[in-house]
Structures are given as C-alpha cells and as structure tokens.
C-alpha cells in the first residue's frame, strides 16, 4: 500500500469545486455506501496504482464536477487517425473533440453518460448518445467502428476487463486506438490547492480509480488483445503553466489576475517563471498520449 487517506478529507477537498459534490461524497461515507478509509496500492510489476476498493459515485456527480474542453492531445489523436474514418469517442462530453473530428472528414458518433453534456453536443448538430458501449451495441448491433478516442476516461473505469471486452464487440479488426489519461508527473503536483495527500484531489476515487504509466498501459493492452504503438508526454510549456500558476494565485486571495496593469501582471508570471524553472525539468503537461492497434 502506497497511500491510505481518510475519505472525509477527499470529499471535504471537493468543496472548492461543488458543494453538491461535496454533500453526496459525505452522504455515501455516512451511508456506508463507500469507505471511511481510501486505499491506494501499487503493483509491482506494472507500476500501476490502484484503489482498493474501487467505489465510484452516483452518474449525477460529473455534472457536477467534470469540466470540458480542448486538450493538447485532440490534434496529436486526428494527425494520427488519417482522415475519413468511422470514428468513436467514448466520453465525448460537450462535443469538443467530435466537433474537430467531424470537420476533418469523421463519420463522428459520440457516448457519455452525463446527459446535460450530451445535450449540448446534439444542439451543435454532433452524433451523441447518453449511452454506454453495451446500450450502443444493442441500438446498432451492426455498427463498427475503425477509430476509437477516449480522452482521460481510463482512469475513471472500475472494470477494464469488461471494458475492453464491450469495445471488440463494435470495433473492426483493423481498429486503433487514440486515448490519454492524466500524465504521473504533471504540472498540477506543483499546486498546492489541488494537493491532498501525494496527489491532486481529483486523482482519488470516486474521480479516478487508477493512476497509469506507460508499462502499465503496455500490459493492459496487450492482455485485452491490443498492441501499444507509442505514449508520448505533454510537454512543460514554461510560460503558459507559469501564467496559470500566477493566475491561481491571485484567484486564491479573491482577485483576478486581469485587473492588475499590463506591467504588474508581466512582474507577476516572470517570478512564477523563476520558480518554475527547476522543475520544468522534470514535469510534463497534463496528458499522456497513447495510441494501439489490434494485436
């Protein structure tokens, strides 16, 4: 075991977030419904950490908490999907990614279960169902997909076996695989908000499951019938995380990093720069980044 964690206080660290969020965590604690005490281990082998046990919130938490938009990792995902493709996302939230797969040249087709997001994804015209890969199997048992995407859902799944063995049942032979998950070394380990015990809050259930790298991710695969082709890291982008970090900052204290003067606001980035600069070396973006075909 690598970390053992009072759950009271992963739900408490919501509480920046939503306060909703943080009522129902404190209630299924309450109830029973979820340990008191989270677990995390680390295998050995593979280096992956795990909760144990899993426990996941109830559907309507990702309302609450999930937040949608564009990743590092969309462009990388079509450069490497070619053009033309019968294309699935898994998760697609609000429609980001399947609105630029669309525009180059995807027959698009979109699952999530938050149903607010789905919604706003169909009123852009975007193919989205509130299903998951089983519901989809049984609306359109003769759909098959050559492109599967799924951006930061593989830590959020409890049964990845069952996963994989509902995604061969609506991929073709020929299929690949385009998807990423939160990045070990990520940049947001320097935030001290977001830090509850050796990670960002987020990366504890009932958010996450499971923490990956790319070894782990090697052998998932391959034991699901999958061959890895490459990861790669989202970079450190020194400036831009540094001008987050300032932003954060002041946000914290109650004010906007936009209502100081252009001067004071340049002052402001240049010292998170300096004291970025070391563990620019050593932290990557938010994503990691993997692709796979059939084995």
Known sequence: MVELIETSRIAEAWSTVSATATDALKHEINTASIPEQTQIFRCDRCQLEFANPMYSALSDWYGEVEQYGNRWEFQQCLADMGAGSNLLEIGCGEGYFLELAAQAGHRAFGLDFNSGAVKIAQAKG????????????????????????????????????????????????????????????????????????????????????????????????????????????????????????????????????????????????????????????????????????RA
């Open 126 to 293: 975007l193919n989205a169902q509130c299903w998951d890969l089983k519901a989809l199997k049984e609306h359109d048992h003769q759909q098959k997909f050559d492109r599967v995407a799924f951006f930061h859902v593989l830590e959020h799944i409890d049964d990845l076996d069952r996963f994989f063995a509902d995604l061969a049942m609506v991929t073709t032979e020929t299929a690949t695989l385009h998807f990423s998950c939160p990045h070990p070394q990520r940049f947001t380990n320097l935030i001290e908000p977001h830090q509850l015990g050796k990670r960002d809050y987020w990366d504890y259930p009932p958010h996450h499951q499971t923490r990956w790298v790319p070894n782990a991710i090697e052998q998932l695969l391959s034991r699901c019938g999958w061959k890895l082709i490459k990861t790669i890291d989202e970079l450190f982008h020194w400036v831009g995380v540094s001008g987050y970090l300032a932003a954060a900052k002041h946000q914290r204290n109650g004010r906007s990093l936009a209502e100081l003067s252009p001067l004071r606001r340049k002052a402001e980035i240049l010292a998170q720069m300096v004291q970025t600069l070391l563990p620019s070396q050593r932290y990557s973006g938010i994503s990691l980044y993997s692709m796979a075909v």
